[in-house]
């Protein structure tokens, strides 16, 4: 379900800060395991790291690059593949960056648990 996105409600900080813990584990002990069990420097951009950001009611989910060519080597960037959206007490949309840099909304109303979960079984929304 691709769609405008709506502003997200933002949490007290308590809350803000047990959403951050929640990602910042899922990216320690699922993404990384799972797609960066190594870094494997190459002649083109090759990824370092997974990490995330929190902005504005938003949890960014972001792979960071290096270059390995020789124009602009060691030169590094980040990435976002995909994003949950906090729109409401433990209610969150979840989006996706398509290659065109475009977010697309593709689940609606989950629960964090239920937001992380997608996150690690829907494949659109895994780091490539």
């Not at 190594?38 to 950001?53: F, K, L, M, S």
């Not at 080597?73 to 980040?78: A, K, V």
């Amino acid at each position: 379900m691709a769609g405008r996105a709506t502003r997200p409600a933002l949490p007290d900080e308590v809350e803000k800060r047990a959403i951050i813990g929640a990602c910042e584990a899922f990216i320690r002990d699922v993404l990384k395991p799972r797609f960066l069990p190594d870094i494997r420097p190459t002649e083109w951009n090759y990824v370092i790291d997974i990490r995330g950001a929190w902005l504005a009611g938003r949890y960014r989910f972001m792979q960071r690059y290096r270059s390995g060519m020789e124009h602009n080597r060691g030169e590094e960037f980040d990435a976002a593949f995909a994003r949950i959206d906090r729109m409401g007490p433990d209610r969150f949309d979840i989006y996706w960056m398509r290659h065109t840099g475009t977010w697309w909304r593709l689940h609606t109303g989950k629960t964090l648990v239920e937001a992380l979960r997608t996150l690690e079984t829907d494949g659109f929304l895994q780091p490539v």
